[in-house]
Every structure is written in structure tokens, then in C-alpha cells.
């Protein structure tokens, strides 16, 4: 059975720093292709980052500078440390793993960042 576990999330201040962690199972996680994704209220969910086998990595211009997506294969853990967050970055943050046709998703992770 495939899993993909974020947390991480939570309630942070602006300014403020989080890490999240997606933990998989039931996959050749090597083999795959990962992303966060992220959705605010009313809105579409984006891609925020991702990260292939070959560790080509690609950010969406809002999150450039301020985020670090990486991968431990021995783990087969996903992780993205946020930094400096705003308002803007409140949502729900998915995790995302492709591989050929298999498409997988997370349960989601609720970050919020206010004062």
C-alpha cells in the first residue's frame, strides 16, 4: 500500500521558519519524481517545488529564496524548509510523487503563518 505522510505543519509567526517532512512507503522512491504542492482557500493548488532523481530541483518564483526542497533516498523522505514565511504562504501542503504513470498524493499539512 503507498503512503505519503507530511508533517510539519502548523501555526507560525511572519518571519518565521517550518520544515516539512513527507514520509513514504510502498514505493521505489528513488524512482520517482517528488513535489510540494500547496492550496490556499479558494484557490488552486500550485506547485511550490520539486525535485527529480537526478536532484534537478525547480521553485515557483514566490518561494525562491526562501524555501529548500531536498530528498533523502535512504529515508525515503521528502522535506522542504520554509523560511521567511508570510501571510501569502498559509495553506494546506501537499506532497507529491511520479513515477511514469503512478501519480501519488498526501493527506496534506495545514501550515498558517500569522501573528
Known amino acids: 500500500q503507498v503512503q505519503l505522510v507530511e508533517s510539519g505543519g502548523g501555526l507560525v509567526q511572519p518571519g518565521g521558519s517550518l520544515r516539512l517532512s513527507c514520509a513514504t512507503s510502498?514505493?521505489?522512491?528513488?524512482?520517482?519524481?517528488l513535489g510540494w504542492y500547496r492550496q490556499a482557500p479558494g484557490k488552486q493548488r500550485e506547485l511550490v517545488a520539486d525535485?527529480?532523481?537526478?536532484?534537478?530541483?525547480n521553485y515557483a518564483d514566490s518561494v525562491k529564496g526562501r524555501f529548500t526542497i531536498s530528498r533523502d533516498n535512504s529515508k525515503r523522505t521528502a522535506y522542504l524548509q520554509m523560511n521567511s514565511l508570510n501571510a501569502e504562504d498559509t495553506a494546506v501542503y501537499f506532497c507529491?510523487?511520479?513515477?511514469?504513470?503512478?501519480?501519488?498524493w498526501g493527506q496534506g499539512t495545514q501550515v498558517t503563518v500569522s501573528s
Open positions: 510502498g514505493i521505489a522512491f528513488s524512482l520517482y519524481d
Open positions: 525535485i527529480s532523481t537526478g536532484a534537478t530541483i
Open positions: 507529491n510523487a511520479k513515477w511514469r504513470r503512478n501519480n501519488y
